[in-house]
Antibody
Framework: EVQLLESGGRLVQPGGSLRLSCAAS????????MAWVRQAPGKGPEWVAT????????YYADSVQGRFTISRDNSKNTLYLQMDSLSAEDTALYYC????????????WGQGTLVTVSS | DIVMTQSPLSLSVTPGQPASISCKSS???????????LFWYLQKPGQSPQLLIY???SRFSGVPDRFSGSGSGTDFTLKISRVEAEDVGVYYC?????????FGGGTKVEIK
């Protein structure tokens, strides 16, 4: 069974930093694209970043480019999201996702970790 | 960015009756590999989104066959043949032909 367990979300002040982690199990982590998708309170999902299976292909939404860094450690079956220069607009539930089948788009979603940016 | 537009915003359905949700994209989702990169997700109350349909018409693993996706180019439809109580939630379409991935505004389905 595919399991994605996010952690690291908490209350942080504007301008602060945070590192989210996603522990994956139940599948061969190193063979799948992974992504972070966030959902602000009462809003729809918003794609944040994608990393390919080997970590060499990385893509970001314009809203986080230059502030967020997605990475993965295939030896630890873990996905990361380093978030810097946080603002109130980054407040959201952050989901770790795994690609579906042979494709690269979100198929499986974790339960999410809540990031709140507020003073 | 590709804009995804869903209708209706909400739907109230009697159990056992069919339901249909429309999704339109601002540009074609047909890729050069012949696949159409349109996805449907359901977010049940208090849960994370779950994939229902990928590549416009393929049901994801474990999805009941009462759910079906159709359409091509820029116009797509998700149909539920007989709505059940467990189908309540918000349905989102998403395009995956180019980055950034973009989602529709959602359609809330409730039971009468």
């Amino acid at each position: 069974e595919v399991q994605l367990l996010e952690s690291g979300g908490r209350l942080v002040q504007p301008g602060g930093s945070l590192r989210l982690s996603c522990a994956a199990s139940g599948f061969t982590f190193s063979t799948y694209h992974m992504a972070w998708v966030r959902q602000a309170p009462g809003k729809g999902p918003e794609w944040v970043a994608t990393i390919n299976s080997g970590g060499g292909g990385i893509y970001y939404a314009d809203s986080v480019q230059g502030r967020f860094t997605i990475s993965r450690d295939n030896s630890k079956n873990t996905l990361y999201l380093q978030m810097d220069s946080l603002s109130a607009e980054d407040t959201a539930l952050y989901y770790c996702t795994r690609s579906y089948g042979s494709g690269s788009k979100p198929g499986y979603w974790g339960q999410g970790t809540l990031v709140t940016v507020s003073s | 960015d590709i804009v995804m537009t869903q209708s209706p915003l909400s739907l109230s359905v009697t159990p056992g009756q069919p339901a249909s949700i429309s999704c339109k994209s601002s540009q074609s989702l047909l890729y050069s590999d012949g696949k159409t990169y349109l996805f449907w997700y359901l977010q049940k109350p208090g849960q994370s989104p779950q994939l229902l349909i990928y590549e416009a018409s393929s049901r994801f693993s474990g999805v009941p066959d009462r759910f079906s996706g159709s359409g091509s180019g820029t116009d797509f439809t998700l149909k539920i043949s007989r709505v059940e109580a467990e189908d309540v939630g918000v349905y989102y379409c998403m395009q995956g032909i180019e980055l950034p991935l973009t989602f529709g505004g959602g359609t809330k389905v409730e039971i009468k």
